[in-house]
């Protein structure tokens, strides 16, 4: 491991960075601390092949929780232990040549299961489902800061303190906006993700200026969206507006559908027509007009999805290792490891890594968090605003699924992107047992239909008050 100069102060920076932290958590209050990684997800000040310094800060803070006491709940624990378990078989498999790469990726994706846990227990120990969702309306800002200056600067690398290392990702050669995560498919998800989450605070928060925020970030998100010049993120926007107006059309009305419908697309068009017309970002509408699609395969990934399936065959059980891409470049080969495009496709991607098995292991992964979700959408909670959460998460694990089909968020590129995606899972099973435990509670307090508690507590399995008010 050869080190630059710039990159021996990094790694000592980020080492005495890294103890002060650690004993610092002693002392700062876990929600500082918490919302200090979750606002830090989509800004990799330390990114190497060896690791990040975000994902050095949550296993710091890990092991700092762990020794305090207060990661003491392993919920969902079964799921992630297959998917973990799929990982290290398809390690086994690697190429001897690639196995420290492949360690290095695992140790990356772990940060994403601490993280998860992280986030998780202190939802079960607080119920303070607001501070969460705050800090994603943060988070939302900064991105939104970031893509600003991206949009401004264009191919110009914006540098902090002049250190190279420290820069901002400039737009892509096809003068496409890539965002803090390094890739327009992410970016676009992500924008699409958080207008799923504003309109469900514009829908239960009465407060003015929260509603203002979420106008303002609904319109920032949607002109980003567009300057990436993704065609998936537009096509998820519109799903996830669709369904989350179908989940929540109870509470809205149909007139209140209709309105939102109407003034949402009429938003969209005109910051549609202003990008087109007065920025150099203007490729979305002339890619979407000239997709093609030939025997089920778009145009773009009519190269990728056949070298990835012709791949999958070597090794369909176990796959050829965790982590993607071995070789960054196909005159640079590690060992014999063909150097390979990304198939900017989930199911593609599981399966040349860890095979038939670790799709099995995400099916599983996916559907228990489907199935905890669904059931408890129809719950009444005790606390307002509450209980629209498990149907945003399935709002937004559809419009997951379907993204996922051009794009691959396990890509060892996109750690960040994974963080804030793990968050997102942590929040809505946490909250989904907050809302499970609420209601036997009540139950055992009445005195009556004890028997149907005890009942539905088996169902719901694990354990887990307020209305929304940012």
Known sequence: MDFSNSQYAQLIIAILGGIFLFVMVYRLPEKKTLGFLILLIPFQIIDSRYGTLNTMLVYLVAGA??????LSRLPFLAPMLLVLFAFALSLTQSH???????????????GNVLMFYLVYNFLLRTKDWEFILNCLLILNVLVAIYCGIQFVSGADQVQLF??????????????RLVGPFKATAATAEYFSLQCVILAFVLVNTPRRRVRNLAYALLATNALFLITTGNRGGFVTLVLGGFLFLYMFRRQLGFARIAKMIVVGG????????????????????SRLEGTTVEGGVPDTRAIVWPQSWERIQEAPLLGHGPKFWISSDPHDLVADIPYMLYPHNLVLHILFTTGVVGLIAWTIFFWQMLARLLLARDVKPTQLGIGGIPRVGLVILAVIFVSQ????????????????????????????DIIFRDMREEVNQRGF??????????QSGKEPKQGFQA
């Open 65 to 70: 929780y762990l020794l305090e006491g207060r």
């Open 266 to 285: 009429t938003f969209f068009t005109l910051v549609a027509v202003v990008v087109v017309n007065l920025t150099e970002y203007d490729m979305l509408f």
């Open 96 to 110: 001897p040549a690639a196995r420290m790469h492949h360690l290095f990726y695992l140790i990356g994706f772990f």
């Open 449 to 458: 239909g004890k028997q149907f508690g005890k009942q539905f507590g088996k």
């Open 405 to 432: 089909i051009r794009i691959e968020f396990l890509r060892e590129g996109l750690l960040d992107y994974q963080h804030y995606l793990f968050v997102l899972f942590a929040f809505f099973l946490a909250v989904s």
């Open 162 to 175: 002049g250190i190279k290392e420290f820069s901002m990702n400039p737009i892509r050669r096809d003068g």
